[in-house]
């Protein structure tokens, strides 16, 4: 197995905040970057405009891409929301952070359990720290954002609420009202719940005392398929399943342009480090259509890939990514290095100086920099549903892949050169059976420590 060392390259590192962290012990704030991460959910591969989309017009996002570096092999952790946003904020595979499948609605579920994550590691360092959005990682009062390193919590717990009543009515419950200020139950019936989530982070940018980090995760465009009339007009051009999810992605790059523009205003745009991606691949689950018909829908793009939300082939797993820090990275940079969620926290914690131990994930900033590091070797593995992946350069190997959620898995093992082809169309285990071999051979040793990190959660 191929690791990396977690490594910030000199010119991304301030020294003002190369302090050392006490646990438990909030440090004085110093000077250093804000954080500000953008977390989409159920955003295809192919829906931004800088990733190529020709009917979604995303202006704000794709000005952010121009002002940093926009990433062509990103990779969430998981084909699914819960256990990727535990990698995001843990800098662990999906095991080791003790979350690998979507997590339930009742009051009464667990999810992440006790550990550091990057908001944590913040805080103690003297970063104030805010979630806004879709938590998704336990339910129960224990599992509260505010128990994994957030001052300020406003959003909703379980995996999807209705974008106007704020109900979660999916599932084997009654419906549930799922709308959170800290630990006390609010009622914002008929806000547009993209528009409530942008609204409270721009008041918190606008007003935090800095250094700061604000976590921006929208819900959209996950079911269920609603968006104002305003932005559905924007795209009255488009088939019905194309037009709201464009308007709700709309809505997303709306928000955007509001955070970019309360930084600038509040003077902290160039020394605030954000980060743009999705927690998996576009869904085509029936749920997702509002005609009643049990058909698969495809109102979102993978961009040409193979696979949907659900699938470890890349339409289900790769996914956009951008970071921005004027002050700190190069502009209009594109990276074709693989990297994933899990990079995201050692690769913030090392550029502010609280760094986090036991991580499977590694610091970005040499990659990010275009220095010489390269990530473009090391192994990143999956496992899901019955599926199991692994990618090692331009290979990757997948077992019992399905195309979708809900989909029915294909028994066996599959290889693919992601160069030649990046859709995942042939099987090129017989034409490289010794590249097949090792590839498998690496995977089955990945699965064995996924093994052992789940008993270490039980």
């Known amino acids: 197995m191929t690791t990396m060392e977690p490594v910030m390259g000199e010119e ?12 438990g012990d909030r440090q004085p ?64 595979y999906p095991a080791h952070a003790g ?32 979630l806004y959005g879709k938590w ?24 999807c609420v209705d974008y106007y009543s704020h109900i979660m009515y999916w599932g084997n419950h009654n419906p549930l009202h799922d709308l959170w200020e800290g630990d006390e139950e609010v009622w914002l019936n008929g806000e547009y719940l993209t528009h409530a989530i942008t609204r409270r982070a721009v008041d918190f940018v606008e007003n935090a005392k800095a250094p700061f980090f604000c976590f921006v995760s929208y819900n959209a465009p996950h079911y ?6 305003e932005a559905m007009e924007r795209y009255a051009h488009l088939p019905w399943d194309r037009q709201v999810m464009a308007a709700m992605i709309g809505c997303v790059d709306d928000g955007v342009g509001e955070l970019v523009a309360a930084l600038a205003r509040a ?30 829908y495809r109102g979102g793009s993978a961009g040409g890939l193979r696979g949907h939300k659900g699938s ?33 926290a050692p ?24 220095g010489q590091a390269s990530t473009a070797e090391r192994p990143l593995a999956w496992a899901y549903d019955g599926q199991a992946a692994i990618r090692v350069g331009k290979w990757k190997y997948v077992t019992n892949p399905k195309d979708r959620l809900g989909g029915e898995r294909e028994a066996g093992g599959f290889l693919h050169d992601l160069e030649r082809d990046p859709a995942e169309t042939a099987n090129a285990s017989d034409g490289h059976p010794e590249v097949a071999r090792e590839l498998a051979g690496q995977l089955e040793r990945w699965e064995t420590r996924f093994r052992s990190w789940r008993r270490d959660h039980r």
Request: charged residues 20%; contains cysteine.
């Open 347 to 370: 690769t913030v914690a090392s550029a502010v100086g609280a760094p986090l131990a036991d991580l499977d994930g590694v610091d970005l900033g040499p990659v990010l920099s275009g």
């Open 136 to 159: 998704h990682l336990g339910v129960a009062p224990e599992s509260s954002p505010l128990r994994h390193g957030f001052d300020e919590y406003f959003g909703f717990r379980a995996g």
């Open 12 to 23: 991304l590192r301030n020294p003002a905040n190369s302090r050392s962290r006490h646990s």
């Open 29 to 92: 704030c110093g000077e250093g970057p804000n954080v500000v991460v953008i977390l989409t959910d159920d955003l295809g591969w192919g829906d931004l405009g800088c990733y190529g989309s020709e009917d979604i017009r995303t202006p704000h996002i794709d000005a952010l891409a121009e002002r940093g570096v926009r990433m062509t092999n990103w990779y969430a952790n998981a084909p699914v929301c819960s256990p990727t946003r535990a990698s995001l904020l843990t800098g662990r």
């Open 267 to 296: 003077g902290r745009l160039e020394d605030t480090i954000i980060v743009l991606t999705s927690d998996n691949g576009p869904s085509a689950e029936e749920r997702n259509w509002l005609g009643g018909e049990e058909i698969a």
């Open 312 to 344: 470890l082939y890349e339409g289900g797993i790769r996914v956009p990514c951008i970071w921005s820090w004027p002050g700190g990275l190069p502009q209009g940079r594109v990276c074709d290095d693989p990297a994933a969620s899990m990079d995201v």
């Open 224 to 229: 269920p398929m609603h968006a104002p009339a």
């Open 99 to 130: 979350v690998e499948g979507i997590l339930g609605a009742p009051r009464n579920t667990t999810g992440l359990p006790p550990q550091e994550t990057l908001a944590s590691a913040l805080q103690a360092a003297g970063w104030t720290t805010a």
